[in-house]
């Protein structure tokens, strides 16, 4: 499948961002694909952090490994999927005017016996409208209340 690439702008500076951010645990309180995260490395962030997550897209659920393969202090957080659907993925966080710019990019691969390229072709608007909300989630974090 083609990289899915996302972008929003969260009314808070980058260290506030990568605060929260940082603390992948805390990732399934705005990702709402992402139903629970059990660690199976002894540290929880940095570079070879590695996790077990399930996925959940309607009906669907899978148990897919992540390891963490790129850790830039307050900048980026890659992961590499291995499971059911494989890929990489990285999260980047750049500084704006009195804001940050989230950029997720994500790349996937179905096993060709779930259909492949197919499966990844009629995915992908799914996807991209999960991920789109799951960014708003994150970035209603940051938001004063009304």
Known sequence: MPAIELTTTIPAPRETVW???RHIDR???WMHD???ITFLS???EGMGTT??????VGPFVTEDIM?????DEGQAVGVAHAGLISGEGVFTLADDVNATVLTWREELHFPWWLGGAFTALAARPILRLIW?????NFSLRFSSPS
């Open 19 to 21: 605060e929260d951010f």
């Open 27 to 29: 990732h399934v309180e």
């Open 132 to 136: 789109r909300k799951n960014l708003k």
């Open 42 to 44: 002894d540290n929880h």
């Open 34 to 36: 992402a139903v629970r």
């Open 67 to 71: 390891r963490v393969t790129r850790w």
């Open 51 to 56: 996790f077990q997550c399930t996925t959940k």
